[in-house]
């Protein structure tokens, strides 16, 4: 079963954000993990300047908090177009990530950072352009890329050191589902080539969390909350990760205080889980009466029900693709990465969502509708002769 990854794509570009799915050499790490959760670690050896690439939606937000609680001064560079009254504190300067559209980088000349972070590369001329302009005046480069770079998806515990998919056209600047993968590998590449030995290129797998706009998780708690027959795909064992924006930003930030260097997948939680653990944890977070009926990936095909499109975050363990459940972690944990609980994602995404305008409340942008999802399980049940829910 292939993946429905145009939306994912669409969303991730969308939100300044990545999404699902080397270049530089092994990670080199600096003192003893912290704590990439909480607030309880020691507190950095001092304050640093720091400079985003974007910053003003989801994860770009995460880090800018992150950061100021840890005492950090934050630069932000974008067009000034989305969410532009973030973080009035902030020093916000404005120019184009394309050096050939209007100012540029202008504004970026001569000024002097301890790190960036780059939350908005996707191609890869535009990533060389940041990276060379500021080599000379900035410690260390932190690129946000993405797990969907690695060239056999099947293979499960993907690492770091897997090779990463290739494109014909290298100098494509279309962002679509066969070369979102390729060009982020590109963008890593050009990175660490400006910066050699100085840059930290962070895979994320699927971010969720309060403030995510693509509702690529969402939909999962909003609908085991509300209960009755919930269309579950697959049979519950295929594994699922997922990382809180919140903990991703952590893990980075401590990171760039630390001058960490190399590639790391940054996915979570830390302790396996699979659909079936994630959906009854679901359950319990939300205290629903929600009950799963597990639809096998096959008939699902047959439905045109998508892998994480249709059906967010499930990647069935048997598909073209399987191997983006189940990408190793061990360098991130080694390196402080901490999840937290995955009710505690659960509760503050439904607080967060459950504020927005209802407008925006009654159009998901990910998952099925409560009419389509009853058409599949009525078929389902039909083609089972059942009319009894798992």
């Not at 145009?6 to 570009?13: D, E, K």
């Not at 120019?95 to 939350?119: C, F, Q």
């Not at 990175?191 to 969390?209: C, D, F, K, W, Y």
Request: neutral net charge; contains cysteine; proline residues 6%.
């Amino acid at each position: 079963m292939k993946l429905s990854r145009r939306g994912v794509i669409q969303a991730a570009a969308a939100l300044g954000a990545v999404q699902v799915l080397g270049c530089a050499s092994s990670p080199k790490a600096g003192p003893g993990p912290g704590s990439a959760a909480g607030d309880g670690d020691s507190a950095p050896s001092k304050p640093l300047n720091l400079l985003i690439l974007g910053g003003t939606r989801f994860l770009g937000p995460a880090l800018v908090q992150v950061a100021q609680a840890r005492g950090h001064t934050l630069t932000l560079f974008n067009r000034g177009k989305s969410n532009p009254g973030l973080f009035p504190d902030v020093e916000k300067l404005q120019g184009d990530r394309d050096p050939n559209k209007g100012e540029g980088l202008k504004a970026l000349a001569g000024r002097k950072w301890d790190a960036v972070i780059d939350t908005s590369g996707y191609v890869p001329r535009i990533v060389k352009a940041s990276a060379e302009l500021l080599a000379p005046n900035v410690g260390q480069y932190v690129f946000i890329s993405s797990v969907s770079v690695y060239k056999e998806m099947t293979k499960k515990n993907l690492s770091e050191s897997d090779a990463v998919g290739t494109i014909a056209d290298e100098t494509t600047e279309e962002v679509g589902e066969e070369s979102y993968g390729p060009l982020k590998a590109l963008c890593e590449k050009a990175a660490e080539a400006a910066l050699p030995g100085r840059t930290l290129n962070i895979r994320p797998g699927l971010i969720v969390g309060p403030d995510d706009g693509s509702d690529r998780f969402t939909y999962w708690p909003l609908r085991v909350a509300k209960g009755g027959e919930v269309l579950a795909p697959g049979d519950g064992e295929d594994p699922v990760q997922v990382i809180d924006a919140r903990d991703l930003a952590a893990f980075i930030i401590r990171n760039v205080e630390r001058r960490t260097a190399g590639i790391f997948n940054v996915t979570g939680p830390v302790e396996p889980m699979k659909m079936k653990g994630m959906l009854e944890t679901l359950r319990e977070a939300t205290g629903s009466d929600a009950r799963f009926t597990w639809v096998d990936s096959a008939f699902l095909e047959q439905q045109k029900v998508t892998a994480f499109g249709d059906m967010p975050a499930w990647v069935p363990r048997t598909g073209p693709e399987s191997g983006i459940g189940a990408v190793s972690i061990a360098r991130a944990t080694q390196a402080g990465l901490v999840t937290r609980p995955l009710a505690d994602t659960v509760r503050d995404t439904l607080t967060w969502f459950h504020a927005l305008p209802a407008d925006r409340q009654e159009k998901l942008r990910a998952g099925l509708s409560a009419e389509r999802e009853k058409e599949v399980l009525a078929a389902w049940h039909q083609a089972k002769g059942t009319a009894k829910a798992g």
